[in-house]
């Protein structure tokens, strides 16, 4: 199964350590956890978190995973995203990977998420 991959904060991703779950503040109100496939990373970080310096990426086996994950599109796009249907548990989140932007704002993959293939 295709890795997937969630873009979070760096204290969110502590707590979710500590505590053995992730749950991501909007999940109460969306009901599923927004993720990437790995091409879209960058283009959703750049989109969405512009300049931000404090961020982690969770890279997320699917098949560990206790609940549905939907290849969706809820904005009217053709471009599929994978939306998880349930709380993350961290023993599916195979690596975190620290991911601040770089000095112009911008995001570029980490070198780490191409050692991890």
């Known amino acids: 199964m295709t ?4 873009i ?4 969110e991703a502590d707590a979710a350590a500590r505590a053995g779950w992730y749950t991501p503040r909007a999940f ?3 009901g599923f956890i927004h993720c990437s496939y ?7 970080a750049n989109r969405r978190f512009l300049g931000r310096a404090d961020l ?3 890279e997320i086996d699917p098949g560990r995973l206790p609940c549905e994950v939907l290849d969706e ?7 599929l995203f994978p939306h ?4 993350l548990p961290m023993t599916a989140v195979l690596r975190v990977h620290l991911f601040p932007c770089g000095q112009d704002g911008r995001f570029e ?3 780490s998420v191409g050692s991890s293939r």
């Open 3 to 6: 890795t997937i991959f969630h």
């Open 8 to 11: 979070t904060t760096s204290e």
């Open 28 to 30: 109460a109100v969306e």
């Open 38 to 44: 790995l091409h879209q990373i960058r283009e959703v």
């Open 56 to 58: 982690a990426l969770f």
């Open 73 to 79: 599109n809820l904005e009217g796009g053709t471009d």
């Open 84 to 87: 998880v249907y349930g709380q």
């Open 109 to 111: 993959l980490p070198e």
